[in-house]
């Protein structure tokens, strides 16, 4: 993509400073924003290509104007609305409006892949959406660490006629990580039949995501 | 609402944030509200970042190619592999390529699309990597750059600039200084700055002080 950001070879930007003794982060918003760009990255809805695609598409002139970190914060608000994990509204409002997590969108399919590494994207679903934890154990159970490389395919029973997928990280563990080692990442999707009258119709084939938060084991 | 404790000093009591900073405490609450982040993660993840990795990383790196000449070879042959013998890897490091400097060859790295840097070896960039400036001249004028950095090189040094891309991580291994035979591994890593391995100065030897 042409754009303001392929800067190389343009004239015209000015002396390089360089500061020295430089802090990691200059202020503490940065290092928020850093850490919700990169945890909300372990979702798994979108993987790097996706993550600098977004900031690419930030207007030439709020590029040039906006900060490192404010350039991933605009991606990020994007790409949680594209993704369907917040809407306008929430983001707008800053409250978060019902208690379930929302239901992705099926025009965003991210690959199950770590971000950072580059997937065959799925075709998109269709998606039924019941109240997701009220549907079967809310988590797919097992010894899961956390890995930044690899991840493996998971299926299981998670409830009455419903199987859960996800995945799951492999050893070794990346010590960039470490300290994530024990957290634990869903992004587990389900599919089965409706047996509770309370969520749909009984005998309706589902599909949806059960969670996909972080758990501190 | 749990957790929510990040106070700044300097938010006196009526004295609005800036806008940003709003924007930022919204959203991250807004995504605890909803599950979708964990806020020990969140600190965990700054941790590692502000104080375990980083250019130490790499300068510790430098100092063994230095040293263990067959380490030298694998790190130029698998860079990623031979980084991992530390326990160096993981986030936007998953391919690392080492380019070596020498008295004929001057490799610096940039990358003109965003900020592409080898986090496991040297953390999370400087600003000036990640800005206008540098971005846009290091392709056109590399050596006015290093000028810009204190590196005066002589025209019959050969200067490669290496653009990096989201899969493809450059670190550059320094020329290591005279004067520093019998240094120990620590030593030898406690002069190589993260600059060096950008490849915009060189490493000093000890004695001869001056600019970092």
Known sequence: ?217 | MRDHHEHDHDDAQGSPLPEIDLRVRALESLLVEKGLVEPAALNALIDTYETKVGPRNGARVVARAWLDPAYKTRLLQDATKAVAEFGYMGRQGEEMVVLENTPTVHNMVVCTLCSCYPWPVLGLPPVWYKSAPYRSRAVIDPRGVLREFGLALPEEVEVRVWDSTSEVRYLVLPERPPGTEGLSEEELAALVTRDSMIGVTKVRAPAAGGRR
């Not at chain 1, 015209?12 to 918003?29: A, D, L, Q, S």
């Not at chain 1, 600098?52 to 590029?63: N, S, W």
């Not at chain 1, 609305?81 to 978060?96: P, Y």
């Not at chain 1, 470490?178 to 009984?202: K, M, N, S, V, Y």
Request: proline share 8%; aromatic share 8%.
């Open chain 1, 1 to 217: 993509m042409n754009g303001i950001h392929d800067m190389g070879g343009m004239h015209g930007m000015g002396p390089i400073v360089h500061e020295e003794h430089e802090p990691v982060f200059h202020h503490e918003w940065e290092r928020r924003a850093f850490a919700i760009t990169m945890a909300a990255g372990f979702l798994g809805e979108w993987n790097i290509d996706m993550s600098r695609y977004v900031r690419e598409r930030m207007p030439a002139a709020e590029y040039l104007a906006a900060s490192y970190y404010e350039r991933w914060l605009w991606g990020l608000e994007r790409l949680l609305l594209e993704c369907g994990l917040l809407t306008r509204q929430e983001i707008e409002s800053g409250r978060a409006r019902g208690r379930i997590p929302n239901v992705r969108c099926s025009c965003c399919v991210a690959p199950p892949a770590p971000p950072g590494k580059r997937s065959v994207y799925q075709a998109p679903r269709a998606l039924v959406a019941p109240a997701p934890r009220r549907v079967g154990r809310p988590r797919v159970s097992g010894p899961v660490s956390c890995s930044a490389e690899e991840f493996v395919h998971r299926e299981e029973e998670i409830g009455e006629g419903l199987r859960g997928e996800g995945l799951a990280a492999r050893e070794p563990l990346d010590p960039a990580i470490a300290p994530l080692a024990r957290l634990l990442i869903d992004f587990d999707t389900f599919r089965g039949e409706i047996h509770d009258p309370d969520l749909g119709d009984p005998g309706a084939r589902v599909e949806g995501y059960l969670d996909r938060s972080i758990v501190v084991e």
